[in-house]
């Protein structure tokens, strides 16, 4: 069964952090180019960072640029987001999706994805 798997959400003080994984089962990520996205009640869906498959480009929207860090650790089948110096407005549902025939960019900015995750919450609190 080919899936992707987010885990790592969870309740977190502002300006705390929080590592999420998205892990692959059935097939390779080496392949593809990986993004993660968010949604929060009452909002549209919105690309938080995508990642290549082929040179390490990455793409970050402008909200979350010097906070969190997208990196790929092929040997694990995973892809990772760093979160730090959260904020309120970081709450929402995180989602990964998985596109081999994408750019960074579309990815992100289109909400592109062939395979997606059931996400994982992630809430900022105090």
């Known amino acids: 069964q080919l899936q992707l798997v987010e885990s790592g959400g969870g309740l977190v003080q502002p300006g705390g952090s929080l590592r999420l994984s998205c892990a692959a089962s059935g097939f390779v990520l080496d392949y593809y180019v990986i993004g993660w996205f968010r949604q929060a009640p009452g909002k549209e869906r919105e690309g938080v960072s995508c990642?290549?498959?082929?040179?390490?480009?990455?793409y970050y929207a402008d909200s979350v640029k010097g906070r969190f860090t997208i990196s790929r650790d092929n040997a694990k089948n995973t892809v990772y987001l760093q979160m730090n110096s959260l904020k309120p407005e970081d709450t929402a549902v995180y989602y990964c999706?998985?596109?081999?025939?994408?750019?960074?960019?579309?990815?992100?900015?289109?909400?592109?994805?062939?395979?997606w995750g059931q996400g994982t919450q992630v809430t900022v609190s105090s």
């Open positions: 999706a998985a596109d081999a025939i994408t750019t960074v960019q579309a990815m992100c900015v289109s909400l592109l994805g062939y395979y």
């Open positions: 990642i290549s498959s082929s040179d390490g480009s990455t």
